[in-house]
């Protein structure tokens, strides 16, 4: 179990370094891209479940996402119920959207389920956008309430979120880990690489997408609650969009795929890439830093198409043939 | 309920949904092919038609006589597209295909977006543009039923060549199994290649017809794009029967159930369209 040994000292490792780094550098932009780091990594992590183990490829995570923020926000401006709770009632109804989506999906191969996901968002976009009690197209505010955990809400500095986030994700990479070595995980791989194989062996390939899919849209909804308590405004058109499905995505194929490394490396390059390059030159308003991410997005596929995964095992492979 | 204004309603569908098909045929053509999620489709489409517009305000080219020009312009920007960004990533998992399309699209839109501004545009003096039919108190748009019968007619030819030329059969020798098809002698590649030029043709050809009626910018590509995923989705991948049809069937729910339900709900009601249609049949309206 040499393997499992080296994960939990790389792991350790970085949980530390993610802790003490911020307390080190006082800088609060640091601290900002550290949280956007880690939650869109836990976010990634969660599709990963679906679309990079059990390899269902899903473009409307966004509606998990956006059910989640809502769900904490709606209850927490209109009654003042802790987030907490939201967060979970989030994370229930997504797993009941998830159920809506996958048993009539579940059945098929290929593309009808991302199409499908991607539909569902759409709906409960404008759903969303035509809903009076969550304000329609104008969205949510958080109120200002008494700050502390109760309320998930802090003021003085940002220290506070980055450590729950921290401890999301700290839960969302052991429970990967965790199960990429159970039973389950063997059957997600089995059904992404061989379907009939699976179904031949005796898997149950439509029940296990299916607890795929409900594990992810709950880790999901949670992210999004706790990035909408965190920027303290959500709208339909950002937390339910598609620009945050693809995004999750995107952070994904490009860390690796099915890989439990992936979604930290693929937001390790895209998070602060997005920022810096909003930063340094989207004040122009003319989309310079767009035009240079999206070049950069397509140069890193055509130069290294499985990933960073794959390039790091590369260099790795190179230094073994030495 | 008025006889006339349900007619009317069917039409405009009839008319819009028309191009949707020609839009989504050059999508389902490079998935089915070549099972690759094309994100840059849409941009496809606003590169011709802001293509189209400049040539009719820089040179007075009228978008109807552009038109042939535009639709080589696109083929020769599919096959560009195939060689820098797709052939590097073919045979790798299918999602860094798609991911290379995505950042070619944010890249081609906020290029256009650079130069020349996020700004709406019409062409409001060409041939066509504000001309109308009106007969038993319907009226037809003139852009709109050029545009119309022309994506048909493309449509029609783009079907005839795929079914009976010897490229097509080529073609759908690919889709149906690549390797088999290499073992025959056909050179895969140039098929890829060829079938991106031709789905970027066919949405080239819908973007010159649409810039006759549709306003212009940067962003344009994205809600056709969204629209003709659900097509081809709906009309079964890869069948361009099924991906002209099921443009038809969008084109009609999005007139008539937006004019009664209320227009804020009109992609809502195709979205449910689409998975009411998923759930009674797996596969598409005439997936196989």
């Known amino acids: 179990m040499q393997n499992d040994k080296n994960f939990y000292i790389i792991f350790s490792i970085i949980l530390i370094f993610m802790a003490v780094a911020p307390l080190v550098i006082q800088n609060t932009h640091f601290q900002h891209l550290l949280i956007m780091l880690l939650l869109f990594a836990t976010l990634s992590q969660a599709w990963n479940l679906i679309g990079g183990y059990a390899g269902q490829v899903s473009f409307g995570h966004a509606v998990f996402f956006g059910i989640g923020s809502y769900a904490a926000m709606a209850p927490l401006t209109h009654w003042g119920l802790t987030p907490w709770v939201g967060m979970l009632i989030g994370g229930v109804v997504a797993i009941i959207v998830a159920l ?6 579940f059945r098929l191969k290929g593309h009808y389920f991302a199409i499908s996901t991607f539909a569902v968002a759409e709906v409960v976009r404008e759903l969303f956008t035509n809903w009076e009690w969550v304000d329609g197209p104008i969205g949510l505010d958080a109120p200002v309430l008494e700050q502390g955990f109760y309320n998930l809400m802090f003021y003085k500095n940002k220290l506070p979120y980055l450590y729950i986030v921290l401890v999301f ?29 699976a179904q031949a062996m005796g898997v149950h ?14 880790f999901t909804a949670i992210c999004g609650a706790l990035y909408g308590l965190y920027i303290l405004h959500i709208e339909p058109a950002t937390v339910l969009s598609l620009d945050i499905s693809i995004k999750i995505v995107l952070i994904t194929a490009l860390g690796g795929t099915g890989a439990l490394w992936g979604p930290l490396l693929g937001s ?19 989309g310079i830093d767009l035009i240079l991410l999206g070049a950069l997005i397509v140069l890193i596929c055509i130069y290294e198409p499985r990933g960073i995964v794959g390039l790091l095992k590369r260099f790795n492979f190179q230094k073994g043939k030495n | 309920m008025d006889v006339t204004i349900f007619l009317q309603l069917v039409i405009s569908g009839l008319l819009i949904g028309f191009v949707f098909s020609l839009i989504a045929v050059g999508l389902t053509l490079i998935w089915g092919v070549m099972d690759i999620l094309n994100f840059a489709h849409g941009d496809f489409l606003m ?49 860094i295909a798609l991911l290379a399309t995505f950042g070619l699209s944010i890249f081609i839109r906020n290029v256009v ?36 019968i022309g994506c ?63 306003y212009v910018f940067p962003e344009v590509g994205l809600n056709f794009a969204i629209l003709s995923f659900v097509i081809v989705a709906l009309g079964g991948f890869g069948n361009i029967g099924g991906a002209f049809l099921a443009g038809i069937l969008v084109g009609l729910v999005e007139n008539i159930g937006g004019f009664f339900v209320g227009p804020e709900f009109k992609y809502t009601l195709v979205f449910i369209l689409y998975l009411i249609v998923i759930s009674l049949r797996p596969k598409g309206l005439f997936g196989w």
């Open chain 2, 152 to 214: 048909v007619l493309i449509t029609y030819v783009v079907y005839l060549f795929i079914s009976k030329s010897k490229f097509g059969r080529a073609l759908r020798a690919t889709a149906l199994d690549k390797d088999t098809a290499l073992l025959m002698g056909i050179n895969t590649n140039r098929v890829f290649a060829l079938t991106f030029g031709l789905g970027a043709a066919c949405v080239g050809a819908a973007g010159g017809f649409l810039v006759n009626f549709y």
């Open chain 2, 47 to 95: 590169l011709a038609m802001f293509s189209a517009f400049l040539m009719f305000a820089n040179l007075g080219v009228d978008p109807v006589f552009s038109l042939p020009v535009i639709v080589g312009l696109l083929f020769f920007v599919g096959l560009l597209t195939f060689r820098l960004v797709i052939k590097p990533v073919l045979g790798y998992h299918a999602l």
């Open chain 2, 113 to 148: 977006l650079f130069f020349l501004g996020p700004d709406f545009r019409v062409i409001n003096q060409s041939v066509l543009a504000g001309k109308r039919i009106s007969f038993l108190g319907l009226h037809l748009s003139l852009p709109q039923l050029v545009s119309a």
């Open chain 1, 268 to 286: 390790i390059i895209l998070i602060p890439l997005q920022e810096y390059s909003r930063i340094w030159l989207g004040g122009t308003g003319k």
């Open chain 1, 100 to 105: 809506i989506i996958g048993v009539p999906v």
């Open chain 1, 169 to 197: 994700f700290f839960i969302m990479m052991l429970l990967t880990f965790r199960m990429e070595r159970t039973r389950m995980g063997y059957y997600f791989r089995a059904i992404k690489q061989r379907p009939e194989a």
């Open chain 1, 205 to 218: 390939i439509s029940k296990y997408k299916q607890y795929a899919l409900m594990m992810s849209a709950f």
